[in-house]
């Protein structure tokens, strides 16, 4: 009896310091939480109402409320928007004043270092702090307004011409059209869905990329919204891969919604597309961050997606995240086209971007033989802006033979 009571204790003890780690992993979590939303507020705050601008005293209560505020409700929100509930209006509050305070802090950094200049030069006087929080405030509400716009209207056609060598003469001038990162939301968008659809058509494709991150949220919460990607038409193959955002979602969901639509899930194979006796390999790869969602069959496998496929034919590799490259290059894939990167979205992220990616936007060389076209995607993601990082639906026109 003592020494199963000895045993429960053991039990009842390793519980306990189960639990008291799980609480301590939890409150450094929410004490990171904090000093990032610290960090983010206090710059804006200072340069706006705390560096010396000597705005009556209703106006700096008002403003540093404001802060506060946000301050304190804002993880709220996202638990809200972004957690199990999946509540879409919170989540449309959230995401926007996370924008709106990102291009604040980044303004009033720069407005900072200019009021620094400035006072280093004896110029401004005692009017310099306002001058600067108004500026600040000018330029962040025309950039938002801006930005805002750029978010939401359908995406510019941008054109491109790539050299496959190994292409053969039948399939020189196929048409690439690529989707990247549509992320249908919490903000309802089946309007400029159906636009883009609009688009995508108007342009005689070949072959139709999604490359992946379709929406935030599950199949049923955005069917209204990726309903129009049915209606898009192409001659040879429409052709679809996960990205990280599907993981979050129901990533099999989603291949199932996409495949109802009538595309091609390219969850970890290929499909074979001839036109003037010569063929093209369309291999696809789930998003890199698969093999940790705990899905059975979930993971970036390219020896699985090119099994069968004739190693004399040229590659085009779906994958949603440029840093698959390597793989790619290593495989010799001749083209990998990728998303994920918005390009940067909103400018200065596009720097941080970099840390984690070898490509923020655009065509780039990867071996002797490996080409990546990095699109700086269709959507946006969270905060509804684009600053200096427009979207994008492009249309990549292989080419045949050597430059």
Same mark, same amino acid.
């Given at each position: 009896?003592?020494?199963?009571? @000895?045993?429960?204790?053991?039990?009842?003890?390793v519980?306990?310091?189960?639990?008291?780690?799980?609480?301590?992993?939890?409150?450094?979590?929410?004490?990171v939480?904090?000093?990032?939303?610290v960090?983010?507020?206090?710059?804006?705050?200072?340069?706006?109402?705390?560096?010396?601008?000597?705005?009556?005293?209703?106006?700096? !209560?008002?403003?540093?409320g404001?802060?506060?505020?946000?301050?304190?409700?804002?993880?709220?929100?996202?638990?809200? &928007?972004?957690?199990?509930?999946?509540?879409?209006?919170?989540?449309?509050?959230? *995401? =926007?004043?996370?924008?709106?305070?990102?291009?604040?802090?980044?303004?009033?950094? !720069?407005?900072?270092?200019?009021?620094?200049?400035?006072?280093?030069?004896?110029?401004?006087?005692?009017?310099r %702090?306002?001058?600067?929080?108004?500026?600040? %405030?000018?330029?962040?509400?025309?950039?938002?307004?801006?930005?805002?716009?750029?978010?939401?209207?359908?995406?510019?056609?941008?054109?491109?011409?790539?050299?496959?060598?190994?292409?053969?003469?039948?399939?020189?001038?196929?048409?690439?059209v690529?989707l990247? *990162?549509?992320?249908?939301?919490?903000?309802?968008?089946?309007?400029?869905?159906?636009?883009?659809?609009?688009?995508?058509?108007?342009?005689?494709?070949?072959?139709?990329?999604?490359? @992946?991150?379709?929406?935030? &949220? =599950?199949?049923?919460?955005? /069917?209204?919204?990726?309903?129009?990607?049915?209606?898009?038409?192409?001659?040879?193959?429409r052709?679809?891969?996960?990205?990280?955002?599907?993981?979050?979602?129901?990533?099999?969901?989603?291949?199932?919604?996409?495949?109802?639509? &009538?595309?091609?899930? !390219?969850?970890?194979?290929?499909?074979?597309?001839? /036109?003037?006796?010569?063929?093209?390999?369309?291999a696809?790869?789930?998003?890199v961050?698969?093999?940790?969602?705990?899905?059975?069959?979930?993971?970036?496998?390219?020896?699985?997606?090119?099994?069968?496929?004739?190693?004399?034919?040229?590659?085009?590799?779906?994958?949603?995240?440029?840093?698959?490259?390597?793989?790619?290059?290593?495989?010799?894939?001749?083209?990998?086209?990728?998303?994920?990167?918005? @390009?940067?979205?909103?400018?200065?992220?596009?720097?941080?971007? /970099?840390?984690?990616?070898?490509?923020?936007?655009?065509?780039?060389?990867?071996?002797?033989?490996?080409?990546?076209?990095?699109?700086?995607?269709?959507?946006?993601?969270?905060?509804?802006? /684009?600053?200096?990082?427009?979207?994008e639906? =492009?249309?990549?026109?292989?080419?045949?033979?050597?430059?």
């Amino acid at each position: 009896m003592d020494g199963r009571g @000895g045993a429960v204790d053991e039990g009842e003890s390793v519980e306990a310091e189960v639990r008291v780690g799980r609480a301590g992993r939890r409150w450094r979590r929410v004490g990171v939480l904090l000093g990032v939303l610290v960090v983010l507020c206090l710059p804006p705050w200072w340069t706006l109402f705390g560096a010396g601008a000597d705005w009556p005293l209703p106006v700096f !209560l008002t403003g540093t409320g404001v802060f506060v505020a946000w301050l304190v409700s804002f993880p709220f929100l996202m638990v809200a &928007g972004h957690g199990s509930r999946r509540n879409d209006r919170a989540a449309r509050v959230a *995401d =926007t004043s996370l924008g709106v305070v990102w291009v604040l802090w980044t303004w009033s950094v !720069l407005g900072g270092l200019v009021d620094l200049v400035l006072g280093g030069f004896d110029v401004g006087g005692a009017g310099r %702090a306002r001058i600067v929080a108004l500026t600040v %405030a000018a330029v962040s509400a025309g950039l938002l307004g801006w930005g805002h716009y750029e978010a939401m209207r359908v995406p510019r056609v941008k054109r491109l011409d790539v050299r496959v060598p190994r292409l053969g003469a039948g399939l020189d001038g196929t048409r690439v059209v690529v989707l990247a *990162d549509t992320h249908y939301g919490p903000i309802d968008r089946a309007g400029w869905s159906a636009r883009v659809a609009d688009a995508v058509n108007a342009l005689d494709a070949d072959v139709v990329v999604h490359a @992946g991150d379709i929406a935030d &949220g =599950t199949p049923a919460q955005r /069917r209204e919204q990726s309903a129009p990607l049915g209606t898009i038409r192409s001659k040879l193959a429409r052709v679809y891969v996960t990205g990280n955002h599907e993981y979050g979602g129901e990533a099999q969901g989603w291949l199932d919604r996409m495949a109802d639509l &009538g595309w091609e899930a !390219l969850h970890n194979r290929h499909v074979v597309v001839k /036109r003037g006796g010569d063929a093209l390999v369309l291999a696809g790869v789930d998003d890199v961050t698969a093999g940790s969602s705990g899905l059975a069959g979930h993971s970036a496998d390219l020896t699985g997606a090119l099994e069968g496929a004739d190693p004399a034919l040229p590659v085009l590799l779906v994958a949603h995240q440029p840093k698959y490259v390597p793989q790619a290059a290593a495989a010799g894939i001749d083209l990998q086209i990728s998303g994920h990167t918005h @390009g940067g979205q909103i400018w200065p992220f596009n720097f941080l971007v /970099r840390i984690d990616q070898p490509v923020v936007h655009g065509l780039s060389r990867h071996g002797e033989r490996t080409q990546l076209y990095t699109s700086r995607g269709t959507g946006f993601w969270g905060p509804p802006f /684009r600053v200096f990082a427009p979207s994008e639906i =492009t249309v990549l026109t292989l080419r045949s033979g050597a430059a």
